[in-house]
Every structure is written in structure tokens, then in C-alpha cells.
């Protein structure tokens, strides 16, 4: 037997073992259920800039009661809020859907006043924190929008919506949903 074959014989016999074994790629993330923490009643408190992207610091408080509740099995969910304060009522819905081929969510908003959806914000979760974008026109300006989800357990969570006209280099909060858990779901929905 020559040097070679008898090295390649001692390599097959101790299978590679002084080789590193290649790592395998994670399985992608499945997001189908990241917005799980929300089914269920929340009081809300909430917190609107009353005069956004103007250079007011001024804020109005409302109160009100935000309901989620799961279809499509979890992939997607409806809101409902309902809240009151110096500035009236507000009545809200959002449709969330869960695109599986992205990982990805879209928030799709109408308000009570309105009576139709706007732009929706698309994003995911990660660590724990969901971020949320999407491009709309407000007074007249192109704006970036992003919504953020925080400081979720299962009793609270915030919501931050937040205003941008420097393409995301600084942003201007406007919307804060700070929410404590009334109810817990029903599990038999969704």
C-alpha cells in the first residue's frame, strides 16, 4: 500500500473526526404567531401628539378598551379600539395578516372617522420587539411611519408610532398605546 492510500485509509477509518462538521443553516423563523401575546381585552391608555411633524409638544390622553381577537388560526387577527378623551372618541380596526413566504406581518389600520384602510406597515418581530414600516403622505409631505411593539409581557404592552421626514435618521413620536391585559383569550378561538 502506498503513503497516500494508507493516509486515506486512516482518514475513512477515523471518519474526519479532527475535520469540523459543517453547520447546518437554522430553519427560518415561523412568525405565524408572534402577535399571540395581544389576544385577549386590554385597557388602554393612549397618548396622541396633538399637532404631529408641527414642533408642539402637546398631548392629548385618552382612555378606552382595545379587543384582539385570532382567525385564519393565528396567522392573522382583528383589533378593535375604542377610546375616549379631550379630543373626542376614537374608534380604530386593524387587520393583521401573516405572509408566510415573507415572515413577515402587515398592519392594516382604518379609522372610525375615515372609513378606510391606509398604507399598511409591514414588518416582524425579533427579540422580543416588533418594528413596523411603511411610506405615507401627511400635510402634504412624504413621511416614513414606524410602529413599534415593546416591553411585552403578559399582562402590558406599548405600542410607539412614530413620524419621520429625514428618511429614518430621526423620528418624532406621536402615538403611544400603553395596554394591561382586562381578560385572557378565549382558547377555543382563532
Known sequence: MTRLGLAMSIVLALGCSGFPARAEAPAPRDGSHDFDFEIGVWKTHLKKLEHPLSGSATWQTYEGVSTVKPIWGGRANLVELEADGPGGHIEGLSVRLYDPSAR?????FASGRGGGFGAPSVGEFRNGRGEFYDQETYDGRAI????VWSDITPTFCRFTQSFSTDGGKTWEDNWIAEDTRISEPDKGAG
Open 104 to 108: 413577515q406581518w402587515s398592519l392594516n
Open 144 to 147: 416614513l411611519v414606524r410602529g
